[in-house]
């Protein structure tokens, strides 16, 4: 069995943190492949070691000297060396980046480093091999990523290591310029070590213990999600919901391979299951709640809407034209309703009116501020009677207004609309009828 385990900066933040992740690494012999962020912060107020990065090349950019900056971010390291016993020496690798500062070698190589070093002192605290992530992981000249040539030079150079450090957020273009990923982050490269090397999970650890029903700051202390599809996952990270990002899951998504989130503070927590597809039927009714504040609708109403050809198009067209995207449109037999984010759509407001108006000449068009989206997702709705009815119900009950409410064709998630002061109060509503009480 092969796992590929990523850990993130509040991980590895120091020397305790860092023997935590050597003693998870260390209980399980299949944990062979492994890819570290950056140091995160230790305390409240302390800095990220990539914010010192970016603080540390802004200077040298400015010209100035930067001997005590490269010395703080020395100190950050030798730190964790010293915790963890090590003889390892790292001058050599400052002494190189203080020259490629000095030299303006990109705002993407400066930020990259945390990750570099960090990969240097895990692979010698494991005893592991350390791979570049230079080397291996390709972007264009653009920076785009090269996933076909990528995953070739990953398999090939993983396949003559038993265990392997990569570390993770960045990669480079053919002649060597370093490039960062834009989105994802090292998520991303614990996706494309997995794929490379036909991982049989990928284990995503960080400081929580997976996902969560919906946002502890709206519900004290809410259930965990015990597993969760890819589908559903999409939906409430559409809706908000802080998840890994697409082109995080994508690589593996492909492959099948599950990625399981998990807590490094808590080991012993079983974290959340990311699949493909799963015949385990969920805890509850609901597998998740996500929403977020800040749309307006446009409701457009026409006698007869229904029987013109192209009306739909033609509306949409209009937000496009303007560079504005939608968020939903629920529809009726005279009336058509576009949801879009309101800061996008305030400052030209007044030329899509004028040109819902030229196009398709509507009876009336009304407008609507201040409203939240709140989306239920779960692959058990589909088998359960009476789940919009529920949510009418739990909403009325806590004297929440329901503005609009949609459900999707795969009868995976309902979208409710209600105004931005009910948002709260609506996801409260909601998680209590689908999980507290299971009425």
């Known amino acids: 069995m092969k796992k590929v385990v990523k850990f993130g900066g509040s991980s590895l933040a120091n020397a305790e943190q860092f023997q935590k992740v050597g003693d998870i690494i260390r209980s399980d012999e299949s944990r062979r492949y492994v890819v570290p962020s950056a140091p995160g912060k230790r305390f409240d107020e302390d800095i990220k070691v990539t914010d010192m990065l970016y603080g540390c090349y802004d200077a040298a950019s400015k010209g100035e000297d930067i001997t005590e900056k490269i010395n703080a971010i020395k100190a950050r390291y030798y730190e964790i ?30 930020a990259s480093r945390g990750e570099f070093l ?19 992981i390709r972007f264009d000249k653009v920076g785009n990523l090269e996933a076909e040539e990528t995953n070739k030079l990953l398999s090939k150079k993983l396949s003559k290591s038993q265990h392997a450090v990569i570390p993770g957020f960045y990669g480079a273009c053919a002649d060597g310029t370093v490039k960062t990923f834009s989105r994802g982050g090292s998520d991303v490269t614990g ?40 589908r559903e996952l999409r939906e409430l990270s559409y809706m908000g919901a802080t998840v890994l990002h697409e082109d995080a899951i994508f690589p593996v998504r492909k492959e099948g391979i599950p990625i399981n989130i998990r807590n490094t503070n808590s080991p012993e927590d079983k974290g959340t299951l990311i699949v493909e597809s799963t015949c385990k039927k969920p805890k509850f009714t609901i597998t998740g709640i996500a929403g977020k504040k800040g749309f307006c609708s446009i409701n457009i109403e026409k006698s007869m809407m229904n029987s013109e050809i192209g009306f739909g198009r033609k509306v949409l067209q209009v937000f496009e034209d303007q560079g504005i995207s939608f968020e939903h449109v629920p529809s009726g037999i005279d009336t058509m309703t576009v949801y879009v984010h309101q800061d996008e759509f305030e400052e030209k407001e007044q030329q899509v009116i004028a040109g819902i108006h030229r196009l398709v000449q509507p009876d009336f068009v009304e407008m609507e501020s201040d409203l939240a989206l709140i989306a239920v997702v779960g692959r058990g709705m589909k088998s359960q009677r009476g789940t919009a009815g529920r949510i009418f119900s739990a909403l009325a009950h806590a004297n929440v207004n329901v503005k609009m409410i949609d459900q999707g064709s795969s009868e995976l998630n309902i979208i409710i609309g209600v105004e931005n002061r009910d948002f709260e109060k609506a996801v409260r509503a909601i998680y209590d009828i689908f999980v507290l009480t299971r009425i």
């Not at 915790?83 to 980046?97: A, M, N, Q, R």
């Not at 490629?100 to 070698?105: I, M, N, S, V, W």
């Not at 049989?200 to 996902?211: A, C, K, L, R």
């Open 191 to 230: 996706s494309l070590v997995a794929k490379a090397i036909h991982a049989d999970i990928y284990e995503n650890w960080t400081d929580v213990s997976g996902f969560l029903v919906t946002d502890p700051r709206i519900v004290h202390n809410p259930e965990p999600i015990e597993a969760i599809t890819y």
């Open 118 to 136: 960090n990969g240097k002192i895990m692979a010698a605290y494991l005893g592991y091999d350390f791979v570049d992530a230079a080397s291996v």
């Open 81 to 110: 060396i010293k915790g963890l016993g090590l003889s390892l020496s790292l001058e050599e690798e400052f002494k190189k980046i203080d020259e490629d500062f000095r030299a303006q070698a990109g705002i993407q190589y400066a």
